[in-house]
């Protein structure tokens, strides 16, 4: 199955919560067997999709290696973002 999606003239944001707060860290993609994952993170720059991740979903010590590019973000502003998007895809 294909999905097609346009992105013009829409503001995307990927938000990272809860468990998935650990995505937005640092991640050594041959460490994971992604050796391509940067070129995929780095994608999401260049399609100017903003990322968030909810900070107090990281322990303390990981909060330094959140990716430079990632915004970080209180639970109840990632809520607010929610609330005020259009339309929210989860996975």
Known sequence: MALGLTLSNHEVT??????GAAAALHLDGPT??????TESIELLDA???REMV???AL???CRA?????VE????SGLVDLLMK?????TW
């Not at 994971?32 to 994952?37: K, S, T």
């Not at 290696?65 to 590019?69: E, F, P, Q």
């Open 72 to 75: 970080s973000c209180s639970r």
């Open 47 to 49: 399609c100017r999709i």
């Open 54 to 56: 909810e900070l107090d």
């Open 14 to 19: 990927v938000a990272y919560v809860g468990d």
């Open 65 to 69: 290696k959140v990716r430079s590019r």
């Open 85 to 89: 998007a259009d339309v929210v895809m």
């Open 32 to 37: 994971v067997q992604r050796p391509a994952l």
């Open 59 to 61: 322990p303390a010590q």
